[in-house]
């Protein structure tokens, strides 16, 4: 079937383990103080995987932080896939550096798929998990409809290539009038990501990071998906990429 030549922007729309071991005399370390409030956990949506004819798994998924008024920093997220029978046959992890309130953030990667049984393994189901504990919380003014507003994505489009690859292009600034949010400049992270006629992810291009600010030039964004599998849509989302 041939793909669908849609393209849509969206706009914002290591866990580390201590112990200690010494002489009774040293005094105890101090644990970090947790977050002071009530923690939602990090939703995943959309997760979906395509096959390489290499074997390996792509797999692509959405991240939300629910929690308002605070960023989900260095979030780790683990990825696993399994047969039929239970067993895993493939594994992971992704992390993304900063989850802002609302904001549609996605991650993606590629993993190999093994198995004991087979050198085909079917991918029976495949779960994506934000490891909650190691997460880092910070305090934010900002909304997902600041953020929105702050950014602009100007002509995004696709170019497929004679090798079955798809390339994605776009411009990325930000606006000259952000509304009340003040946000005048930011890291972004961009990534484009490819869905099936379900809403599931099937992959996404590498995590791009640039400098934004309203005085300073547009970012020309380009990255491209080797043998694109087939796909019904194509986002691109663009979000902070650190603390703002």
Not at 43 to 60: F, M
Not at 107 to 136: C, H
Not at 147 to 167: K, N, T, Y
Not at 173 to 201: C, I, P, T
Request: hydrophobic share 45%.
């Amino acid at each position: 079937m041939k793909p669908f030549a849609k393209i849509a922007a969206i706009i914002a729309s290591a866990a580390l383990a201590l112990s200690a071991l010494g002489c009774s005399s040293a005094p105890a370390a101090s644990q970090p103080a947790g977050p002071d409030f009530d923690v939602q956990d990090i939703q995943v949506s959309n997760p979906g995987y395509a096959i390489t004819d290499e074997g390996k798994l792509r797999y692509a998924f959405v991240a939300v932080n629910p929690n308002e008024g605070h960023v989900a920093q260095e979030v780790i997220f683990t990825v696993e896939a399994h047969d039929a029978n239970g067993s895993m046959i493939a594994g992971g992890g992704e992390t993304i550096a900063a989850l802002y309130p609302g904001v549609e953030t996605p991650g993606s990667g590629e993993v190999d798929l093994f198995s004991p049984d087979t050198d085909n393994p079917e991918v029976a189901n495949l779960t994506i998990v934000a490891m909650m504990d190691s997460v880092v919380w910070a305090d934010t003014t900002l909304s997902n409809a600041d953020i929105e507003g702050a950014i602009d994505i100007v002509s995004p489009r696709m170019a497929p290539g004679d090798d079955g690859s798809l390339s994605i292009m776009a411009t990325i600034g930000m606006k000259s009038d952000d509304g009340d949010s003040g946000l005048a400049s930011m890291e972004a992270r961009a990534v484009a990501v490819l869905f099936d006629e379900s809403g599931n992810a099937l992959c996404g291009t590498s995590p791009v990071t640039f400098a934004l600010s309203k005085d300073g030039e547009d970012y020309a964004f380009e990255a491209s998906i080797p043998n694109a599998p087939e796909y019904k849509e194509c986002n691109l989302y663009v979000t902070p990429n650190a603390l703002v």
